[in-house]
T-cell receptor, first 117, second 113 residues
Framework: AQKITQTQPGMFVQEKEAVTLDCTYDTSDQSYGLFWYKQPSSGEMIFLIYQGSYDEQNATEGRYSLNFQKARKSANLVISASQLGDSAMYFCAMILPNSNSGYALNFGKGTSLLVTP | DAGVTQSPTHLIKTRGQQVTLRCSPISGHKSVSWYQQVLGQGPQFIFQYYEKEERGRGNFPDRFSARQFPNYSSELNVNALLLGDSALYLC????????????FGSGTRLTVV
């Protein structure tokens, strides 16, 4: 069974500093995709970044980058130059395709990030 | 453009009652998925619909059902509510391009008393 593990329940970072949020995954599939979503207090999940298992380079989207280490089965999110608005819950997720041409996202438990002035 | 809209935003129901939650996807998005998020946990997949057909079902009892309409909007129904059904119910829509991620609504907060 596929599993996502986020071991940091809460993290603090000072404004303008970089922070790394950890994510490890377990799967026997060779083809898979990994996501990071941000959930502010308003509730909606905001897509941040995607990494495919066959992508040769680590994904980057603005201040977000994904440190993908396939052999270690880790997909850590790096946020550079943290801003107060980055304070939120962050979820790592893996896509689970099914035999019906559909898919589901399997989420970890999340990490709460607080950015301080 | 309007994002994914969900209604109602908050709901209080009594044990044993039935509830219907509604979701309107982003215009042009044909896939709608439903997730349940209990406090302190990540979202759990309930259903996915594409072009009005069920494409996936998570590990939820038969009390949970859903459907998708010709305009791609969707409803999630939960019968015989239990206290444990109290959660944030999130709807997500997508074009089907995995790399772009799903777009989520702000959810319906259901409280069962």
């Amino acid at each position: 069974a596929q599993k996502i593990t986020q071991t940091q329940p809460g993290m603090f970072v000072q404004e303008k500093e970089a922070v790394t949020l950890d994510c490890t995954y377990d799967t026997s599939d060779q083809s898979y995709g990994l996501f990071w979503y941000k959930q502010p207090s308003s509730g909606e999940m905001i897509f941040l970044i995607y990494q495919g298992s066959y992508d040769e380079q680590n994904a980057t989207e603005g201040r977000y980058s994904l440190n993908f280490q396939k052999a270690r089965k880790s997909a850590n999110l790096v946020i550079s130059a943290s801003q107060l608005g980055d304070s939120a819950m962050y979820f790592c997720a893996m896509i689970l395709p099914n035999s019906n041409s559909g898919y589901a996202l399997n989420f970890g438990k999340g990490t709460s990030l607080l950015v301080t002035p | 453009d309007a994002g994914v809209t969900q209604s109602p935003t908050h709901l209080i129901k009594t044990r044993g009652q039935q509830v219907t939650l509604r979701c309107s996807p982003i215009s042009g998005h044909k896939s709608v998925s439903w997730y349940q998020q209990v406090l302190g946990q990540g979202p759990q997949f309930i259903f996915q619909y594409y072009e009005k057909e069920e494409r996936g079902r998570g590990n939820f009892p038969d009390r949970f059902s859903a459907r998708q309409f010709p305009n791609y909007s969707s409803e999630l129904n939960v019968n015989a509510l239990l206290l444990g059904d109290s959660a944030l119910y999130l709807c997500a829509s997508s074009l089907g391009a995995v790399r772009q991620g799903d777009t989520f609504g702000s959810g319906t907060r259901l409280t069962v008393v």
